[in-house]
């Protein structure tokens, strides 16, 4: 198995609303990772997990709210969104956070904010 | 500053011709090139990961090129196929205490028929 999966495929919501993107693996992996990438755009990197503990926040706003329950789902909390947070959202992950490992992608949730 | 440029931006080739995508970069420290096909709305795959000592990799039709010395890369698709239309995107990987990606732009191919 070298998926990741990610939930919703599609996401709507108001700037009031709170809603979660989930991801999930069961590659052993122990770092995971969260992207946003706008149209025609690269990923920009959010969020690393190494080991369930966040190492890395890319000066990302508090709408977001990264989780890792355990070494194999990670959770982006989302709350007071703004259209432009409108993106693609990636969760990755790599056997270990070094730059030797190779970054599994999930298919990505489209998040629409209104 | 860290940088991946790639070209063309955008490609337009007939089904079963030959093609090659360009990448130069600017990253350091340097810890490995790959290469991602990417389809719209999708998540990236990953086709090839090659090290500082690696020349070439191939992966069925694709074949990847690095000159490290340069800092150049190449990926070169041979027969191409209508599923082969996606962004094509060279990104390279730093080791910065943790596994920081450079992305580039990406190519967006399109194969005609």
């Known amino acids: 198995d070298t998926e990741v999966t990610q939930t919703p495929k599609h996401l709507v919501m108001g700037m009031t609303n709170k809603k979660s993107l989930k991801c999930e693996q069961h590659?052993?992996?122990?770092?995971m990772y969260w992207y946003k990438q706008k149209a025609k755009k690269p990923p920009e990197l959010m969020f690393v997990?190494?080991?369930?503990?966040?190492?890395i926040n890319e000066s990302v706003p508090s709408r977001f709210s990264p989780e890792c329950p355990n070494s194999s789902l990670l959770n982006l909390h989302l709350h007071a969104l703004q259209p432009e947070d409108s993106a693609l959202y990636l969760c990755?992950?790599?056997?270990?956070?070094?730059?030797?490992?190779?970054?599994?992608f999930g298919q990505g949730t489209r998040l629409t904010v209104v | 500053k860290n940088q991946v440029e790639q070209s063309p931006q955008s490609l337009i080739i007939l089904e079963g011709k030959n093609c090659t995508l360009q990448?130069?970069?600017?990253?350091?420290?340097?810890?490995?090139l790959r290469w991602y096909k990417q389809d719209t709305g999708r998540g990236p795959v990953s086709l090839t990961i090659?090290?500082?000592?690696?020349n070439t990799k191939s992966n069925g039709r694709y074949t990847a090129t690095l000159d490290a010395d340069t800092k150049q890369s190449s990926l070169h698709i041979t027969a191409s196929q209508l599923s082969d239309s996606a962004s094509y995107i060279c990104?390279?990987?730093?080791?910065?205490?943790?596994?920081?990606?450079?992305f580039g732009t990406g190519t967006r191919l399109l194969v005609s028929p």
């Open positions: 990448c130069n970069y600017t990253v350091s420290p340097f810890s490995n």
């Open positions: 090659m090290t500082f000592s690696e």
């Open positions: 990755a992950s790599s056997h270990a956070p070094t730059a030797n490992t190779e970054a599994f």
């Open positions: 997990y190494s080991y369930e503990k966040l190492s």
């Open positions: 990104v390279v990987s730093s080791e910065v205490g943790f596994q920081k990606l450079v």
């Open positions: 590659m052993g992996h122990r770092a």
